[in-house]
């Protein structure tokens, strides 16, 4: 058990992901051995913690574009600007995946 923090991270239905059952057959095409995963929502995450004493302090959204897309890719700078643009107009702070947050011990 945790004394003081724990960090986290999870997929999150607050962004493309709300798709992802849709989507799954373009994902497996797209990164050819993939599975699907469970998608969580914030407040399921943030209850739980909470009722083992942690409250969420910090968060950060990771990326915007599903991540099936920046390994189609391979990751070419082109993307890491999309991504920087989307960062700077706000759009990764709403919807982006996954989350990587940090949950406290409540004092």
């Known amino acids: 058990m945790a004394d003081r923090s724990i960090i986290i991270d999870y997929p999150t239905y607050r962004s493309l992901n709300a798709l992802s059952l849709i989507t799954f057959p373009l994902k497996l095409a797209i990164e050819g051995d993939t599975r699907t995963y469970t998608t969580f929502r914030n407040t399921t995450i943030q209850r739980a913690f909470a009722r083992h004493g942690f ?9 915007v574009i599903p991540m099936g897309l920046h390994r189609a890719v391979n ?15 706000g759009i ?6 996954p989350v990587l947050i940090r949950f406290d011990r409540a004092e």
């Open 55 to 63: 409250h969420a302090r910090t968060a950060d959204r990771q990326f």
């Open 75 to 89: 990751g070419l700078p082109f993307m890491q600007k999309i991504e920087n643009a989307l960062r700077r107009l």
């Open 92 to 97: 990764t702070k709403l919807l982006g995946n």
